[in-house]
Nanobody, 121 residues
Framework: QVQLVESGGGLVQAGGSLRLSCAASGRTFSNYHMGWFRQAPGKEREFVAAVSVSGHRTYYADSVKGRFTISRDHAKSTVYLQMNSLKPEDTAVYYC??????????????WGQGTQVTVSS
């Protein structure tokens, strides 16, 4: 099983940018697709983005397409989420997870503790 630790959250004004990082421990990082999810207060956790094992394929929620970019660095066992043009509705706790099927968020698990992103208007 892979252990995940997110970082990089914070408070930013609308239109600003943040880069989230998720460091993975364990030798199995290279065996999993990796994804980012988020949960806003009073809402269900939702899928944001995923990247394939190779790093060559990506998959995004419609709400973040064109604004967010997911990537991974196998040498550092880390997955990133670059978030640009942030909106107040992006405010949430962001979690990374490891998954078996790139386009099926239900196969993702091994959740980290999350990092808070707050976007002010």
């Amino acid at each position: 099983q892979v252990q995940l630790v997110e970082s990089g959250g914070g408070l930013v004004q609308a239109g600003g940018s943040l880069r989230l990082s998720c460091a993975a421990s364990g030798r199995t990082f290279s065996n999993y697709h990796m994804g980012w999810f988020r949960q806003a207060p009073g809402k269900e956790r939702e899928f944001v983005a995923a990247v394939s094992v190779s790093g060559h394929r990506t998959y995004y929620a419609d709400s973040v397409k064109g604004r967010f970019t997911i990537s991974r660095d196998h040498a550092k066992s880390t997955v990133y989420l670059q978030m640009n043009s942030l909106k107040p509705e992006d405010t949430a706790v962001y979690y990374c997870a490891a998954g078996r099927v790139l386009t099926d968020p239900q196969t993702f698990g091994s959740w980290g503790q999350g990092t808070q992103v707050t976007v002010s208007s």
